[in-house]
């Protein structure tokens, strides 16, 4: 069964920077692509960024490009995402996900949540002074 768990949230006052974790059990993150994904109430699913399998591809969106990255360590079977001098509006539930098929992060649609048939349960990261 694939399950994937997201950790690291919590309140963070602007400026500052948090790194959260997704875990992988039942499957082999070496092998697919994983996404970073993060929603407000009221809002769609935002694409924030991908890693392919190798860790040799990645995509950021623009509205993280320069302020967070994406890595995955295989042996642990985890993906982090390093968030830097985080603001207000990245407040939201963040969450990982993968298709558990792709190995690569699809060029024109590595951000289109409903590509995604995995998720965990998110993680709340709340910038707030």
């Known amino acids: 069964q694939v399950q994937l768990v997201e950790s690291g949230g919590g309140l963070v006052q602007p400026g500052k920077s948090l790194t959260l974790s997704c875990a992988a059990s039942?499957?082999?993150?070496?092998?697919?692509?994983i996404g970073w994904f993060r929603q407000v109430p009221g809002k769609e699913r935002e694409g924030l960024s991908c890693?392919?399998?190798?860790?040799?591809?990645?995509k950021y969106a623009d509205s993280v490009n320069g302020r967070f990255t994406i890595s995955r360590d295989t042996a642990k079977n985890m993906v982090y995402l390093q968030m830097n001098n985080l603001r207000p509006e990245d407040t939201a539930i963040y969450y990982c996900?993968?298709?558990?098929?792709?190995?690569?992060?699809?060029?024109?649609?590595?951000?289109?949540?409903?590509?995604?048939?995995?998720w965990g349960q998110g993680t709340q990261v709340t910038v707030s002074s």
């Open positions: 890693i392919n399998h190798s860790g040799r591809t990645i």
């Open positions: 039942g499957f082999d993150l070496i092998h697919y692509a």
């Open positions: 996900a993968t298709d558990a098929q792709n190995s690569g992060c699809r060029v024109s649609r590595w951000s289109v949540a409903e590509d995604y048939s995995y």
